[in-house]
């Protein structure tokens, strides 16, 4: 059975940091793009970066310059490096992973039909 399953989530203040973990299992790691996505309460899941299997690397505005992507297919790991941490960064965060292998020609894979697994979200909460 091809699963991810998300950690690290957590409450922190505003300007703190957390680093996101996403482990996948039952397929073939190192062959999928993998990203992040995340969903504030009231509102709608939205995408937050994703790393190709070229390690190519794409960030939504919001979060460019304090989140960073990282992958270790050695240990079927996706990271996510949250600097800076503002009120707004506060939801459920989703790890996903798609079959498409490259950003390449697109940029960046930040639409959700466009991944085949889907994590069960692990909670941030940033106070002010």
């Known amino acids: 059975q091809s699963q991810v399953v998300e950690s690290g989530g957590g409450s922190v203040q505003s300007g703190k940091s957390l680093t996101l973990s996403c482990v996948g299992s039952?397929?073939?790691?190192?062959?999928?793009?993998m990203g992040w996505f995340r969903q504030a309460p009231g509102k709608e899941r939205e995408g937050v970066s994703c790393?190709?299997?070229?390690?190519?690397?794409f960030y939504a505005d919001s979060v460019t310059g304090r989140f960073t992507i990282s992958r270790d297919n050695a240990k079927n790991t996706v990271y996510l490096q949250m600097d800076n941490l503002k009120p707004e960064d506060t939801g459920t965060y989703y790890c996903a992973a798609s079959l498409i292998t490259t950003l390449y020609p697109r940029g960046g894979l930040l639409e959700e039909a466009q991944y085949d697994y889907w994590g069960r979200g692990t909670q941030v909460a940033v106070s002010s």
């Open positions: 039952g397929f073939l790691f190192d062959t999928y793009t």
């Open positions: 790393i190709d299997t070229n390690t190519q690397r």
